[in-house]
């Protein structure tokens, strides 16, 4: 049985796709909320009790020239020492509190059959989400429209571990990152199967703070790797790890936002969400 959170945000999430599909027609207030079966009232009060701010506003931060604003604001300086020094700990929450370990080879080997990984389901602003978890860290997190296939797609990652249906403090932990009270947030740790390649460049998107945005070229240059765009966005689309490996900030030069493995809309709704909780845009 679907939650009301669960139903406010795919409401949510196909407001956004109108929107992004009709976004030189500037469909009005009443026109998307009509799309939704709402009210233009209830529409805009679960927009806002859900983004902090109004449709109107929300949709700036999904624009081409906010997005191009962003990029030419940090591309130059986002792995510099200095710029992040000077950044407040909200937004470089992913950056101080979270921690990649990779697996070894004798970890993974045999499909995983040495590993015992918990699992359970959670609800986020997003959408249901899976997380999983080894003794050592969060393994595995992705958002879990299909309960049974999302599942299915963390057994393809380690297909004769032994699983567990078990909510472990590791989980309840990383699930704090969607509540906004980090004052109980403790370092995550994460332990993760990728080549040494994928794990430099996961590492790397650790880096880019919440609120900011960056593409494939200057991710490419911050694993010194400045000709393999290609080979980044091929790690990045392997994340084994959503929002809390910020992948869904690394969009096209252009100002784009591109494809996100779990939906474009939810890519959308997540960099305005984190725009808008971070208020890095002033809007009257």
Known sequence: ??????????????????????????????????????????????????????????????????????????????????????????????????????????????????????????????????????????????????????????????????????????QQNALYIFTRDWSQLSSIKLHLKGTSFQLKVWEALLKIPMGGLNTYQTVAHAVEQPTASRAVGSAIGANPVAFLIPCHRVIKSTGEFGQYHWGADRKSAIIGWEAAKTNHLSIV
């Open 1 to 170: 049985m679907e939650t009301q959170n669960n139903i406010n945000f795919q409401r949510i999430a196909e407001a956004i796709s109108y929107i992004r599909l009709n976004f030189k027609a500037q469909p009005s207030l009443d026109e998307v909320a009509e799309k939704v079966s709402l009210s233009p009232f209830h529409f805009q009060r679960m927009f806002t009790d859900w983004a902090g701010i109004s449709p109107k506003k929300f949709l700036q931060y999904l624009s081409l020239d906010y997005a191009k604003g962003i990029l030419k604001e940090q591309q130059a300086t986002l792995f510099d020492a200095a710029y992040e020094t000077g950044l407040s700990g909200t937004s470089r929450l992913h950056d101080l509190f979270i921690n990649i370990e990779g697996m070894t080879p004798a970890e993974y080997k045999n499909g995983g059959k040495e590993l015992s990984i918990n699992f359970s389901y959670a609800e986020t602003p997003f959408g249901n989400i899976i997380v999983a978890s080894t003794p050592k860290g969060i393994c595995y997190m992705a958002f879990a429209d299909d309960k049974d296939d999302a599942f299915n797609q963390l057994y393809a990652s380690f297909p004769n571990a032994s699983y567990y249906q078990v909510v472990d403090m590791a």
